[in-house]
């Protein structure tokens, strides 16, 4: 199962890490605020997935091994920004109230402040599951703090996804293909997380655990290029749109 994850975990990586470069690139050609705010939430959700990765080839958890706290942290804070990032493109062509832009950011603030002083106190034993780490002392339960981070993920991947839901719905062709892919995108990274508070508050056996990672790994590598495909399409599939459009007339 191990080497599974790696293999989907690199491939997803690999595809939102080139999404990264290619909105980054549109930005250096367009200079305007909308795509570098894409440049700036696709490039932090790479390199964060890229941490993650990294993380889960040199740490063996299976092996009771476990990465450095600064590590940890620096996932966290990438991961968090990232996400919030995304907000922040879609309020460019959204209006979000002030008072509802200002919550987000202070939610993102003391998640980052959070992910800074909370330390794990859980990992995975292969053969009981999820398990406590005893003597790690927190100013607020790990278990507590996971599952309202999991919920101001749940929260924003579901404005994401039916905001672009939404829109899609307004548009034609390949506005509306693109959007599409996005809101798909977005949907199965919030069937992700949707599926872990089963793996971190539930009771259950280390073989439906990780049956569970597993299926939560096929889906996110789907999301990948999804999201690549909406945000920055290749010209194949402009020009298949365009072609059905002159098709038409």
Not at 99 to 110: D, G, H, N, S
Not at 153 to 161: H, R
Request: some cysteine; hydrophobic content about 55%; aromatic content about 12%.
């Amino acid at each position: 199962m191990r080497t599974t994850a790696l293999v989907t975990g690199y491939i997803s990586t690999a595809f939102f890490l080139a999404l990264g470069i290619r909105c980054a690139n549109s930005w250096v050609q367009l200079r305007d605020k909308t795509s570098g705010h894409l440049a700036i939430a696709t490039g932090l959700f790479g390199i964060a997935q890229l941490i993650s990765v990294i993380s889960t080839t040199v740490y063996d958890q299976t092996k009771l091994q476990t990465p450095p706290t600064w590590l940890t942290i620096v996932s966290s804070i990438v991961g968090l920004l990232a996400i919030y990032g995304f907000l922040v493109f879609l309020g460019d062509f959204v209006d979000f109230p002030g008072a509802i832009r200002a919550l987000f950011a202070l939610v993102t603030l003391v998640s980052v402040v959070f992910s800074i002083i909370e330390r794990p106190d859980l990992r995975f034993d292969p053969t009981r599951g999820i398990v406590k780490i005893h003597g790690v002392s927190n100013p607020i339960n790990y278990r507590t703090y996971i599952g309202a981070l999991l919920i101001y993920y749940a929260i924003v991947l579901a404005i994401l996804w039916i905001s672009f839901l939404v829109n899609a719905l307004r548009v034609s062709g390949l506005a509306r293909a693109r959007m599409g892919l996005i809101a798909g995108g977005f949907f199965l990274l919030f069937v992700v997380v949707g599926l872990l508070p089963r793996l971190i508050f539930g009771s259950i056996d280390p073989k439906t655990l990780s049956n569970i990672l597993q299926v939560a790994e096929y889906i996110a590598i789907v999301s990948a290029p999804l999201l690549f495909l909406g945000f920055s399409p290749p010209k194949w599939l402009a020009n298949m749109f365009q072609s059905r459009a002159a098709s038409a007339s």
